[in-house]
């Protein structure tokens, strides 16, 4: 029922900027605050970035702030991540998913590839 699918991933130089989509279906999008979450080559889970119900609230990993943005447009039931002065470390699976007391990042898209590189 609940699907998120995330795009805009691709092949981008250091210093380069990105923007990723996460479109939702199958649930009360704005019910929900939500998150990005990446996964690095050969690394765990590293939480990115998240945003209350309304946007009225961001929070970032300290080495995503000021370079990354995340929001969101709930009339359109899609949350985005913008992404400035990526560097090669940027370079992961990121993932979009759902934060509520019952369930922290209870349900995740398939996620969309990342690659910063020259």
């Known amino acids: 029922e609940v699907q998120l699918v995330e795009s805009g991933g691709g092949l981008v130089q250091p210093g380069g900027s990105l923007r990723l989509s996460c479109a939702a279906s199958g649930f009360t999008f704005d019910d929900y605050a939500m998150s990005w979450v990446r996964q690095a080559p050969g690394k765990g889970l590293e939480w990115v970035s998240a945003?209350?119900?309304?946007?009225?609230?961001?929070y970032y990993a300290e080495s995503m702030k000021g370079r990354f943005t995340i929001s969101r447009d709930n009339a359109k039931n899609t949350l985005y991540l913008q992404m400035n002065s990526l560097k090669s470390e940027d370079t992961a699976v990121y993932y979009c998913?759902?934060?509520?007391?019952?369930?922290?990042?209870?349900?995740w898209g398939q996620g969309t590839q990342v690659t910063v590189s020259s």
């Open positions: 998913a759902t934060l509520s007391a019952k369930a922290l990042f209870g349900s």
């Open positions: 945003i209350s119900w309304n946007g009225g609230s961001t």
